[in-house]
């Protein structure tokens, strides 16, 4: 269930009430926290897709704006918030790698946002379901990072710890029951109720999206 690694405590759970507050550019405290919620995942993928550290802090930027620009179409759209984000950050991707290339470089946000067709979308693109499937790794990560910061708000510190190193870290139960002075059971049954708890939350948030 653990992810191969973990982000920022800041990352949170992707909440409709807050997507649907988006349009209110003025709203600086929402905006922080659609960013905090979703930099790091458009980061990631970026990075993974082959661009430099500045290149994929620029599809950040340019992916976000696209946001602000776009997110009423979306919701008139009624479609997957997951696959709009993915197709803003694949564009932006993109445009980044035509960059590294004199005299091929161009920018086809206009016609996207006017409801047209973008080059990308004409282009054969054999590298979309390599890249998709990075989308959703990263996607799963972000919602159990969410999750997880959910469940410690439930859990004494304690059994957080306990199911940190348990399950997060992947200790040995002897390890865990040594270092935490507990015994084998108290870890595999915190273990249990805990990663029920995670589950739980996993399974909500996934209802979101």
Known sequence: MAPERRRSSRVAATRHSLVDRLPDLED???????????????????????????????VVQETLIGVARGIGRYRREAGSFKAWLLQLTRWRIVDQLRKRTPGDARDDSLGRERGGTGTVERLPDPA???????????????????????????????????????TVKQWPAAKV?????????????????????LKKEI??????H
């Open 28 to 58: 600086r405290a929402r905006w922080q926290e659609f960013y905090d919620t979703y930099w790091r995942l458009i980061y990631g993928v970026a990075r993974k897709a082959g661009l430099s550290d500045a290149e994929a802090h620029d």
């Open 128 to 166: 979309a379901a390599v890249l998709e499937n990075v989308w959703n790794e990263e996607w799963r990560a972000t919602l159990f990072d969410a999750a997880l910061a959910q469940v410690k708000l439930q859990v004494s510190a304690k059994h957080f710890q306990l199911f940190d190193c348990a």
């Open 177 to 197: 029951a040594q270092e935490l002075g507990v015994n084998v059971a108290q870890v595999y049954l915190v273990k249990h109720r805990v990663g029920a708890l």
């Open 203 to 208: 399974a909500r948030l996934e209802k979101l």
